[in-house]
């Protein structure tokens, strides 16, 4: 059975530093992965996906994501954060399971921004 | 562009009465997924279906049915509510011919009193 990860229940950064968020995934073979972010009371977003080729992805609002299959891990990452990205993020796997594509998430990061 | 349109958006109800909740995926994606979301925790799950037949089921209670209709649209009724059905109930599509990428809906927020 496919399972995510995210060992940071909460992250606190200043505005202005550098981002990263962990995530670890188990699947039986080539995982689909993807990040969501979700801000209270709201829909989820998809920030970015990994399907194959270049295990660097880029997404939107400046974050990218690093696939390392050695260490079944899919980091998300931002140079420089803004008051704007505290929300709750999610690390999710898809993958065909012989009728669909269901997407088994994370227990989700809640991350913090200080002024 | 057109997103995944969910009613109503906020449900009260009380226990044991009935809901139904209704998702609307994007033009010409022919998958939709319903999660559910308790407070503080993951969306899990619920059932899926791919041109109007059930692709893939996971936690739904028995309580609970879905369908998706010709037009694509799905329902998800949900019977004999109970005080832990109050949760977010997201709807995602996707294409199949891009099968990977889920758009949610803004969610159902259904609260049983």
Redesign the interface.
Known sequence: AQSVTQPDIHITVSEGASLELRCNYSYGATP?LFW?VQSP??????LL?Y?SGDTLVQGIKGFEAEFKRSQSSFNLRKPSVHWSDAAEY?CAV?G??G??????????TQLKVEL | AAGVIQSPRHLIKEKRETATLKCYPIPRHD?V?W?QQGPG?????LI?F?EKMQ??K?SIPDRFSAQQFSDYHSELNMSSLELGDSALY?C?S?FSGH?????????T?LTVT
């Open positions: 689909y969501y009371g709201q829909g989820l977003q998809l996906k399907f999610f898809g065909f399971t009728g669909g594509n269901k997407l088994t998430f994370g227990t989700g | 998958t997924y999660y925790q993951d969306p899990q799950f899926s791919y692709s893939d996971g997201f995602a996707s099968n990977y990428e889920q758009y949610f809906g803004p969610g927020r």
